[in-house]
Nanobody
Framework: QVQLVESGGGLVQAGGSLRLSCAASGRTFSSYSMAWFRQAPGKEREFVAA?????SVKGRFTISRDNAKNTVYLQMNSLKSEDTAVYYC???????????????????WGQGTQVTVSS
């Protein structure tokens, strides 16, 4: 079982930056594939970025992980109003060292953190 707690959301002006953090419980963090998704009001949850166990990354913002701290980060630069959403951290216990793009692939979710970009 993994518990995920996001932090770092808030209000930022368009063109600004934010760094989100997701702290995970448990001793096997390094064995999980991690990702960030977001969901805006009235829209489906969408993929933002993911990182594999070995550190391969994919996404529109920069994702990174620190296995010593059981934490995954999302660095978001040049933010736009359309980036406004609740951002969720997700974890997948992976036997395959890959990147997963679908929300249904992930086993554990955080409670989300609100990001609001003002224009």
């Amino acid at each position: 079982q993994v518990q995920l707690v996001e932090s770092g959301g808030g209000l930022v002006q368009a063109g600004g930056s934010l760094r989100l953090s997701c702290a995970a419980s448990g001793r096997t963090f390094s064995s999980y594939s991690m990702a960030w998704f977001r969901q805006a009001p009235g829209k489906e949850r969408e993929f933002v970025a993911a990182i594999s166990r070995s550190g391969s990354v994919k996404g529109r913002f920069t994702i990174s992980r620190d296995n010593a701290k059981n934490t995954v980060y999302l660095q978001m630069n040049s933010l736009k109003s359309e980036d406004t959403a609740v951002y969720y951290c997700a974890a997948k216990g992976a036997t395959y060292n890959g990147i997963y793009y679908r929300a249904q692939d992930y086993d554990y979710w955080g409670q989300g953190t609100q990001v609001t970009v003002s224009s």
